[in-house]
């Protein structure tokens, strides 16, 4: 699994987590924090550019920035 943390509003982590998982095998969502709004991605290996493509498209729409691994 390939990992990436993203750091949004608290308000649109369902939203997100919501679109990424309805890709059913693509990648899963974990709520990192709650209260800094930290999720990590995690990225079946063959879908990394789908999981990209879909993630620049929610940037278009949502503040989210990727951020390094938090621990």
Sequence with gaps: MIK?????KTKDIVLVQFIIEGYEGLATVTTIDN???????????????DVMF????LK???????INCPF
């Design 35 to 49: 209260r800094t709004a930290i999720i990590q991605v995690a990225i079946m290996p063959d879908f990394v550019l």
């Design 4 to 8: 990436k943390w993203l750091k949004l």
């Design 60 to 66: 278009k729409q949502l503040p989210i920035d990727e």
């Design 54 to 57: 879909i993630l620049e498209s």
